[in-house]
């Protein structure tokens, strides 16, 4: 695709819930990045993939957080048990190789959480 | 542990006068900064990064290994250059550490 896709755009849930985020990354791009954006926090870094491995899993806040990637391409982060804590933009982004070592990277429009 | 601060949450300035987003990291390995930028409305995006040395909409970032800075400048400040700024690590060719951004409004 032209650039990273995210869905949905909007998601409203009831405290307790599960959510289930989803990112496509350009087609190709061998890494792909959630992060997390809060009102006022900026950007915390919540997961890494390197094709469907997960070299570094260190910011996911806490158990109920887990993600996944298949095919070296859709990743999913799943919230279990959502709490309102975890209200904020969820934004993916994705790099490849072909535009050098320090491949920059392209971030999608972002799922914005809102737990009730 | 890998690190980057930008001491201002907000900046103003008026259109036409110079101004300095700073960025300061820690990190024991050989640094690769970035500045991305988030105009209203719009998706974060790549501004420029320390290794191309390019300027970018009249913005320029020096990396000063020194003082490990890489503070971003523009000599004569645009009211579209108001967005959200934010300086980016990059670790062991792996991960970006962001710093927690700088709002920059630009004044008329």
């Known amino acids: 695709g032209a650039g990273v896709s995210q869905s949905p755009s909007n998601k409203v849930t009831e405290k307790g819930k599960d959510v289930e985020l989803r990112c496509d990354p350009i087609s190709g791009h061998t890494a792909l990045y959630w992060y997390r954006q809060s009102l006022g926090q900026g950007l915390e870094f919540l997961i890494y993939?390197?094709?469907?491995?997960?070299?570094?899993k260190s910011g996911l806040p806490s158990d109920r957080f887990s993600a996944e990637r298949t095919g070296g391409s859709v990743s999913t982060l799943t919230i279990q048990r959502t709490q309102q804590e975890d209200s904020a933009v969820y934004l993916c982004a994705s790099s490849g190789t072909g535009e050098g070592y320090n491949s920059p990277l392209h971030f999608g429009n972002g799922t914005r959480l809102t737990v009730t | 542990a890998q690190r980057v601060t930008q001491p201002e949450k907000l900046l103003s300035v008026f259109k036409g006068a110079p101004v300095e987003l700073k960025c300061n990291y820690s990190y024991s390995g050989s640094p690769e900064l970035f500045w991305y930028v988030q105009y209203s409305r719009q998706r974060l995006q790549l501004l420029l990064r320390h290794i191309s040395r390019e300027s970018i909409k009249g913005f320029t970032a020096d990396l000063n290994k020194g003082e490990t800075s890489f503070h971003l400048k523009k000599p004569f400040a645009q009211e579209e250059d108001s967005a959200m700024y934010y300086c980016a690590l990059l670790v062991y060719g792996q991960n970006f550490v962001f710093g927690p951004g700088t709002r920059l409004s630009v004044l008329p």
């Open positions: 993939f390197q094709g469907n491995s997960a070299p570094d």
